[in-house]
């Protein structure tokens, strides 16, 4: 790799940086072209000479965000493989882990409007989350099912609901009792599961 490739890979992952903090420090509604420029001390035009605009930037936060989630959850599958209840537990568990620790990149990630899921233009990224979820939620099944990505669905909704009122402040007694609920939301799946 030349020295100008690697300089515009370093410049490419500062802008992508920046806006992570910018989103950290004001909510992800705050990022502009502008902040992020003035944030890696270049002019607004060096940005759109890697991102089209402000929404090809958060497309790459959001594609960025199920990566590093998809990394979390594969090693929370791989480390919990006793049962396949375990392995959902363990799943469940690192996908709130991450949507915590991760917050405005979570945000990113559920907040953008145009991003379709489960059609072609869906991104690789999330793909991969939901096929790794599919497989631990295959294994826990123990009954016949015509729509085994409705049950995908109803899961993943469910975990998100939970994240998403709890950010929000809208969970009686917070966090800590959400993470109880999500517990609870995981053992009644797999009784439902059979």
């Known amino acids: 790799m030349s020295r100008r490739e690697r300089h515009k890979q370093e410049l490419r992952q500062r802008i992508i940086f920046a806006t992570r903090e910018i989103a950290s420090e004001e909510g992800w509604q ?4 502008r902040k992020v420029a003035e944030r890696i001390e270049y002019s607004p035009p060096t940005i759109y000479e890697y991102f089209e605009n402000k929404d090809a930037l958060l497309f790459q936060l959001l594609k960025d965000g199920f990566h590093l989630l998809y990394l979390d959850l594969a090693k929370a599958k791989e480390e919990n493989k006793e049962t396949p209840q375990q392995t959902l537990y363990a799943i469940a ?3 709130w882990a991450f949507a915590f620790r991760e917050r ?4 990113i990630m559920h907040g953008l409007g145009g991003v379709s ?5 869906t991104p690789e990224e999330p793909v991969r989350v939901f096929f790794l979820l599919r497989d631990a939620i295959t294994d826990c099944l123990n009954i016949e099912t015509n729509d085994l990505d409705g049950e995908v669905d109803l899961f993943w909704s469910n975990l ?11 969970m009686k007694g917070g966090k800590e009792r959400a993470e109880v609920l ?3 939301m995981v053992e009644l799946y797999i009784k439902a599961w059979g």
């Not at 405005?104 to 945000?107: N, S, V």
């Open 30 to 33: 705050g990022i502009t072209i």
């Open 93 to 95: 568990k690192a996908y």
């Open 104 to 107: 405005e990149l979570y945000e």
């Open 117 to 121: 899921f489960g059609t072609r233009e």
């Open 160 to 170: 998100h609901g939970m994240i998403s009122l709890t950010i929000q402040g809208r």
């Open 182 to 184: 999500v517990d609870r």
